[in-house]
């Protein structure tokens, strides 16, 4: 679960049509995901929820680095030596991924990966890297070295050792991917939840809106504020889930890539948008860019909101969010 947790609400589950909302968990991309969507039958929305979890798979296939028979994994395996052609979607997903960078000057960067070696968190890292190590590994980091060829549909990253990785935007786009199918079947309302990473279409049975509930990162039954979801997304980056302590300080899993540390500073960032995939990368690049520089980007972003939580615990939020008590409890 994330820092801000993102906890739906069913209000109520039908209505006159006996539409009801059906909802299943299941562990997918190494994470949590709460499918759920509104249907008229048992059977009905049990179908939907397994194409929904199909199409997870699918993609978690495709941009797995983990998945050594993932395309992915062989453009890595192939960094520096050659470059590798791979499906439109990936090579699309790749060319997103890389106007992000341009648009976060670097704050967001699939090439983070090759710091994996690194920083770990997974619990077997237990002293702190020492800084000649880290500044080599910011060599291997770097958008500009990812290369696409349009015409080849090939990926090519330039240094050896170069990695890249989905971590910071992969579920989002999952839960992109897995909303526009159960659109296309016909599924009008429904919830992709990753972990608290959310995708939210249509309303509620009872024609209400899908509601998120933005709690306190330092005591998750406290609820901050209830926020409606329509037709959007509201993804959260967070320090909670995955960090080492080393020497009695706290490094999150949300790395700078270009310094090779650990970002500071924030609790959690939440994002608002239309689609999950840009909610995911913001999230994780606000983070990287701490509140001052993080907020003042998101503010410039058309359609895009943010709440952020400070190392202080305090919520900071873009121009056009009003929770209704600011307060934190
Ligand atoms: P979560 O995994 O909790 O949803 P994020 O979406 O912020 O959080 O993704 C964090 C993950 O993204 C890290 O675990 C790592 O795999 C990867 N990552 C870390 N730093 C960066 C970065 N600066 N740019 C892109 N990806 C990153
Ligand atoms: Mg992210």
Redesign the pocket.
């Known amino acids: 679960m ?1 820092n801000i947790l993102c906890i739906v609400a069913f209000f109520a589950v039908s209505n006159a049509f006996s539409q009801e909302a059906y909802s299943k968990t299941m562990k997918l991309m190494g994470s949590r995901f709460d499918i759920s969507v509104v249907a008229n039958s048992k059977e009905k929305g049990e179908a939907f929820i397994s194409i929904a979890q199909e199409e997870i798979t699918r993609i978690e296939k495709l941009i797995s680095s983990w998945d050594e028979n993932s395309q992915t994994a062989l453009i890595n395996n192939q960094a520096g030596i050659k470059p590798v052609q791979v499906d439109a979607e990936l090579f699309q997903l790749i060319e997103r991924a890389l106007k992000i960078s341009k648009l976060t000057s670097g ?4 090439s ?2 090759s710091m ?1 070696k690194i920083w770990k ?1 997974d619990g077997s890292m237990t002293t702190m890297p020492s800084e000649e190590i880290i500044k080599q590994s910011v060599d291997k980091v770097g958008y500009q070295n990812i290369l696409l060829d349009h015409k080849e549909q090939t990926v090519f990253l330039k240094r050896k050792g170069m990695k890249i ?1 989905f ?3 992969g ?1 989002g786009y999952a839960a992109d991917k897995a909303k526009v199918l159960l659109q296309s079947k016909g599924v009008h309302s429904g919830i992709i939840n990753a ?1 608290g ?1 959310l995708n939210a279409w249509g309303k509620q049975p009872n024609n209400k809106d899908w509601m998120v509930a933005i709690v306190n990162p330092l005591n998750k039954d406290k609820v901050f504020s209830w926020l409606p979801v329509h037709n959007q997304s509201v ?1 959260t ?2 320090n909670y ?2 960090y080492v302590t080393l020497n009695g300080e706290l490094y999150s ?5 270009r310094t090779g540390y650990p970002s500071k500073g924030i609790l959690s960032v939440s994002i608002f948008t239309k689609s999950a995939e840009l909610a ?1 990368a913001l ?2 690049s606000v ?2 860019m701490g509140v001052e520089v993080g907020l003042d980007f998101i503010n410039q972003l058309k359609d895009v909101e943010c709440i952020i939580v400070d190392g202080d615990n305090t919520i900071i939020t873009s121009n056009h969010i009003e929770l209704k008590q600011n307060k934190h409890d």
């Open positions: 994330k704050a967001f960067d699939i983070y990966a994996d968190f990785g971590g910071a935007i579920k972990s990473d993804v980056s967070g889930e995955k899993h949300i790395i700078d890539p995911d999230a994780t983070f990287v």
